[in-house]
């Protein structure tokens, strides 16, 4: 099976850098993203990593090591509206060919002013 | 807007009935992925088509089923509802079967929001 372990809610200050970790056991890994979701909302792509190293998309970066099953998603430049919960989803080879990404339970991130 | 369409996006019901929820996918997308939500949890995958096929299987229960259709807008039929199953159901797509392409993404929509009582 799979399973992916993030930090429930991590808290920070307007400005601020604040980092997400997850680490993962799977078989077939292919490569891991994060998504946010705001209040119960779709959601939405914000990065990927298939191989080792620092992916980086303007206030946001995501890290992989593939070698110690892990990643994090960096936030720089804190702003309200990043308050949201951020998911990691290992993307996995499934049979039938498909590579399906399976979701942690999300860290509720929270902004304060 | 993702351009992925699901309805109804509230729907409140009771035990032990059925209901269908529809989505239909981004233009141009053949791969349809339904997934769970329940209270503070992740999101739990439950099954994928890709263009009209069954492609994957989750944690569905033997009392959902889904199907997609030729013109691509899959459903999710729920039946025999119990109180657990009050959740958000997502339905997502991707251009292939491989979940996004290059970079795994997956376009959401915003959700149906299923109580039942």
């Known amino acids: 099976g799979q399973s992916l372990e993030q930090p429930s809610e991590v808290t920070a200050v307007e400005g601020a850098i604040v980092q997400i970790n997850c680490t993962y056991q799977t078989s077939g890994f292919y490569g891991l993203s994060w998504y946010q979701q705001h209040d119960g909302g779709a959601p939405t792509f914000l990065s990927y990593n298939a191989l080792d190293g620092l992916e980086e998309t303007g206030r946001f970066s995501s890290f992989l090591s593939r070698s110690d099953s892990y990643g994090y998603l960096l936030l720089q430049e804190l702003q309200m509206k990043d308050s949201a919960s951020y998911f990691c989803?290992?993307?996995?080879?499934?049979?039938?060919?498909?590579?399906?990404?399976?979701f942690g339970r999300g860290t509720s991130l929270i902004v304060h002013p | 807007d993702s351009g992925v369409t699901q309805t109804p996006k509230h729907l409140i019901t009771a035990t032990g009935q059925r209901v269908t929820l529809r989505c239909s996918p981004r233009?141009?997308?053949?791969?349809v992925y339904w997934y769970q939500q329940s209270l503070d949890q992740g999101l739990q995958f439950l099954i994928q088509y890709y263009n009209g096929e069954e492609r994957a299987k989750g944690n569905i229960l033997e009392r959902f089923s889904a199907q997609q259709f030729p013109d691509l807008h899959s459903e999710l039929n729920l039946s025999s509802l119990e109180l657990g199953d009050s959740a958000l159901y997502f339905c997502?797509?991707?251009?292939?079967?491989?979940?996004?392409?290059?970079?795994?993404?997956?376009?959401f929509g915003e959700g149906s929001r299923l109580t039942v009582l």
């Open positions: 233009s141009g997308d053949l791969s």
């Open positions: 997502a797509s991707s251009v292939g079967s491989g979940a996004g392409g290059n970079t795994g993404e997956l376009f």
């Open positions: 989803a290992v993307r996995a080879h499934a049979s039938g060919g498909s590579y399906i990404p399976t």
